[in-house]
């Protein structure tokens, strides 16, 4: 019925004249496209406005585009928020109304929506959000190189050993010049990118310039997954019977905690009783792999809450924990940022770990991902967060809080540390190693 | 004698591609081993055709003798005499031996579905497991003549490995499902403590050579982890596993068993080890292990990453290790064969085939396939890593069952699962087809899908498991019945199949926001250890009282302790 009413109410539309027939159906699909945003928000972000809300804000930046003023009416209203079918038909006339000569089109109109909300929102393509995901799943799968530029050209900056330019005879410093045919020469890095990625097993034909050599190499490549390991090969350093451990954690990935076992395996028998996880610099969005990573660190218990839209979830760790017995440290900084965070503050709260370096980045939120209309195009919002303790008030807008560690130099130390030629990061490691030794002397081992 | 190896096995896999008619099994089942003689002489429990097989070492074949209608468990009082179990008939059999043949002396009734079977030489008497029933019995052998039921001790769960600690004068019995271990006091008779451990499936407990730990073999099921593709291929969610637990915290009931002990993972990325089962030290830093699941013998220290693992026969199990020809003993339970290897080139060195020549069925072929790791991406898990020998873990899986992560569900057992569609907590598959088809995929994460022939062999398999009979109290049962139909239950677990095809709005909503669940079928339910979509019930008492699963006021324990009895054989 509602259906026809609109149906008619369009034709009336028609009739007068004010807009040609294909703008309509543009009508029609950019409000499809604005509702269902609207509804993955409501849906997926952690703290969304009320459709009210969103609704006025559209209005704003709608009329903002047309260069007008808003109407004093058309705000939307409790009973058209109700209902889908209003809604979509309040939708509908705002854009009717909006639909200027400077045209804005609501692609762009979704994309300023979501700079409006909290939370690090933001739109992304969804082959790069895939990519994303495989990453943080250690299952990237690519040529396995990192992409540079050099004088407007594409080049391999970086070959990842054991990839498959590198099992094929690439090197780092071939410029790329033809991918599949194509002249990549004058492209984008992006562009050349999106040349470059494609299905595991799948072949791409290279055509690379390396110096010294006259004419093209051609080298055909087998897309597979490319070998990235989670964090660097270890350190000990060694004191009277007091051995400790420190390794570098680069990515928060789902091969970190079987690096960690193999790590825990390797140091067995070498009288090393605490180890440093330096996660500086170090984020991920992904609050599972963080979640993966403190069950694997925390002997049993309780060690946060999972927040989403549709709830929260206790988070309680198995009891079995690697490097048991031994005392631990992670190192943050001010790029120790989302889950990171939260792994950081958990295992000082529940393993006792001692944190060393700087004030963290003070926003302890994953994000999730969920695709929009058409497929092509991810909506990514806060999705979970991980609290030592639930907060009170679980409605309250999103407020982050940094970690700060409790060994820390503070700028006049680092100065005079510069001054006088030494490396911040070295003092800083040296003051972690003391403060673990303290700690394993005076037999305390992390309530394992 | 050099046995061509590679001839054999291709004699055994030849019998069993051939295709035969849905049908009862000819496979015997080697399901226990023993040494006697000073490790001349073999003796074999099997399973199926309830035989022992007793084999002189210097000879090629054994000698049958049937004594029962299953071998569930076997244990050697000394060489001339044996206690077995019968797990159908549920008695306890004393065995004489004489030359390679055995013949019954005498029998004894014991609490249902008696299996696993252990010697204690200082009462001599057997302590024996009944897993169903939730019993170990004490059974006093008289003047080794007869058998004598002295004492029983009820268990919280099912019982299934058991190892004595002969000093100290305790059992240690382990849960044959999930994660429990509980010791039991043989001098008070009584149970001592219950603990849990992050496990599930303990396949075997043995003592170290030092003598101060327990080792056992289990799967550990990560409840932070769930079945997506990295979870699986990192080694996150399930995995194998040998613990050490400490005998003096085994002792101690106040003491936390974890803590302490030593865990070590089987298995890498890339190389899973699906179900462990038997474990034999060999030296303090060399063990030997059988992986059911790989069909495979590994040799490791557990401290070392290096792992020497090689190819056996179909689901090798019991092994044991005889010291006179310095070789381990497997027996291959679903290739019916017994291997020998040799402990110097850990190299297998002889197979005896114990039904050489039969075809096998469908069921068998189905069979082979639910206890194959090689049914999921990098043999990391079988069917049975979860569906405990068809059963179930008692855990609940963040899976994709449900079409998405995040909401775990709880493990079904697939004892009695024929004809309860739709599948899945949310009812949408609405074949068992499809759902194998989307646990393959979703979970276990096999790459390719299963061939039509060997969909239809498992799901035969599947098809043919049926939960335990358990014994009930007629009159308690007949007031559940009553009762059953009185609370109106019937309107979604309606009588039959004691489900329906819907799904409702129970009151229950899980993490992802989903409200409306099919009602599991009530068949077997008494098995269970948890109860609803994701086990938040641990019994009926609480599903009922607590969860207000569908009654309009509370239930007295006389009306409880009635419907569980009802529940325990809905269709008698």
Known sequence: MFDVIRALLIALVFLVGSLKAESYNLVIDEAALLQDAIQQIERNHLRPPSRLELANRLRQLAWEAAGEKPESDGKLTEVEARSERRFRSWLENLLFKTHQDEYENALQLREKLVATLSGRCQLVRAKDYHVQEQIAGSRYVGVGIRLGERKGRPVVSQLIEGGPLDLAGGANGDEIHFVDGNDVRNASVRDTVDLLRGPEGSLVDLHLARRGQPGLIHLQVQRGVVPIRAMGDEKIIEGEGTHVAYVDVKLLQASLVPELRALQQKLTGQRVRGLILDLRGVGGDDAHQARILLDALIPGGDFGYLVRRSGSQRLVAGEDALFPGMALAAMVDENTVGPMEWVAASLREHRGAILAGDRTAGFPFSHHGTELIGGDTVLIQPEAMLATQLPRDTSAPLRPEAVQPEISLGKEVKKEILKGGYSIDEILLQETVYALRKRIWSGFANGI | ?572
């Open chain 2, 1 to 572: 004698m050099r046995a061509p190896l590679s001839l054999l096995l291709l004699m055994v896999m030849g019998a069993g591609s051939t295709l035969l008619a849905e049908g009862s099994s000819h496979l015997r089942v080697p399901s226990s081993l023993e040494i006697l003689d000073g490790g001349n002489t073999i003796l074999v429990g099997l399973e199926r055709s309830g035989e022992i097989a007793l084999l002189d070492r210097s000879e090629e074949t054994p000698q049958y003798s049937a004594v029962a209608e299953e071998i569930s468990g076997i244990a050697p009082v000394h060489d001339q005499l044996f206690v077995a179990t019968d797990g159908v008939r549920h008695r306890a059999l004393l065995l004489q031996r004489e030359g390679l043949k055995v013949h019954v002396v005498d029998e004894l009734k014991l609490p249902h579905h008696p299996q696993e079977v252990i010697h204690d030489p200082v009462e001599n008497a057997c302590w024996i497991a009944s897993s169903w029933a939730r019993t170990i019995s004490m059974v006093e052998i008289l003047e080794e003549e007869g058998l004598y039921l002295r004492h029983r001790v009820e268990l919280p769960f099912e019982p299934g490995q058991m190892l004595l600690l002969e000093e100290e004068r305790r059992l240690v019995v382990a849960d044959e499902f999930g994660g429990k271990v509980a010791v039991l006091d043989l001098e008070a008779r009584s149970l001592e403590s219950v603990r849990s451990l992050p496990a599930h499936n303990i396949r075997d407990l043995r003592l170290s050579l030092d003598g101060e730990r327990v080792l056992m073999t289990h799967q550990r099921l990560n409840a932070n982890a769930r079945t997506s593709f990295p979870d699986i291929h990192w080694g996150l969610a399930l995995t194998n596993a040998v613990r050490a637990l400490r005998v003096e915290d085994l002792l101690d009931p106040r003491r936390n068993l974890v803590h302490r002990s030593d865990l070590w993972l089987v298995g890498d990325t890339g190389a899973g080890a699906a179900d462990p089962h038997d474990l034999i030290p060999l030296s303090p830093d060399l063990h030997a292990l059988t992986l059911a699941g790989t069909d495979e013998l590994a040799f490791s220290s557990f401290g070392d990453p290096d792992v020497t693992r090689l190819s056996l026969g179909n689901r090798p199990t019991a092994m044991v290790f005889n010291a006179a020809h310095l070789e381990l003993i497997v027996a291959n339970s679903l290739s019916d064969q017994i291997m020998f290897v040799d402990l110097e080139t850990q190299k297998i060195h002889q197979v005896l085939s114990l039904s050489a020549g039969e075809e096998s069925s469908a069921r068998d072929r189905g069979e082979r396939l639910f206890f194959s790791g090689e049914l999921s991406h990098d043999r990391w898990m079988s069917c049975h890593s979860c569906h405990s020998d068809g059963h179930s873990n008692g855990l609940v899986a963040d899976t994709f069952g449900d079409g998405a992560f995040g909401a775990a569900k709880k493990i079904p057992s697939l004892l009695g699962v024929t004809g309860t569609k739709p599948f899945g907590w949310l009812g949408n598959k609405p074949s068992l087809e499809v759902q194998l088809a989307g646990t393959l995929e979703g979970t276990m994460r096999r790459s390719l899908p299963l061939t039509d022939q060997e969909s239809a062999d498992l799901l035969t398999f599947v098809r043919s498991l049926e939960p335990p009979e358990i014994p009930v109290d007629s009159q308690l049962h007949e007031e559940g019945r009553h009762l059953f139909t009185a609370l109106n239950c019937t309107r979604c677990h309606e009588p039959g199949l004691w489900t329906s095809q819907e799904v409702y709005d129970v009151g229950m909503v899980d993490e992802l926001g989903v409200d409306q669940f099919n009602p599991p079928s009530l068949k077997g339910t008494t098995t269970q250890r948890i109860l609803f979509h994701d086990g938040r019930a641990v019994d009926l008492e609480e599903a009922l009282n607590v969860h207000q699963h569908q009654v309009d006021r509370e239930l007295s324990e006389r009306e409880i302790k009635a419907l569980w009895e009802f529940l325990k054989q809905p269709g008698s």
